[in-house]
């Protein structure tokens, strides 16, 4: 098992700035790859960002160049730098961790953190 939790969202103004973390405790050897997802209001979970555990990176569109996502390996922790937020990245961020047992694949989610972006 794999918990995860999620700090740092919260209320900020358009063209601000906030960073989120993600914690990772339990069977954390597990993990393959790691991702940011975002659930808006009346919209489905989206991919945001995920970087493997070779810190390779992906990003969507949306938030090229706007959003940094790194991983500190050794603390077991996840980020997500993200710079010149617009209203439209208002949602419910989550953290998602993707493990390999046995050959099998399980995700695991945070309860995730609202970001807020006033317009």
């Known amino acids: 098992q794999v918990q995860l939790v999620e700090s740092g969202g919260g209320l900020v103004q358009a063209g601000g700035s906030l960073r989120l973390s993600c914690a990772a405790s339990g069977r954390t050897f597990t993990i393959n790859s790691m991702s940011w997802y975002r659930q808006a209001p009346g919209k489905q979970r989206e991919l945001v960002a995920g970087i493997t555990s070779g810190t390779s990176t992906n990003y969507a569109d949306s938030v090229k160049g706007r959003f940094t996502i790194s991983r500190d390996n050794a603390a077991n922790t996840m980020y997500l730098e993200m710079n010149s937020l617009k209203p439209e990245d208002t949602a419910v961020y989550y953290c998602?961790?993707?493990?390999?047992?046995?050959?099998?694949?399980?995700?695991?989610w945070g309860q995730g953190t609202q970001v807020t972006v006033s317009s």
């Open positions: 998602n961790a993707r493990a390999m047992v046995t050959l099998r694949e399980y995700d695991y």
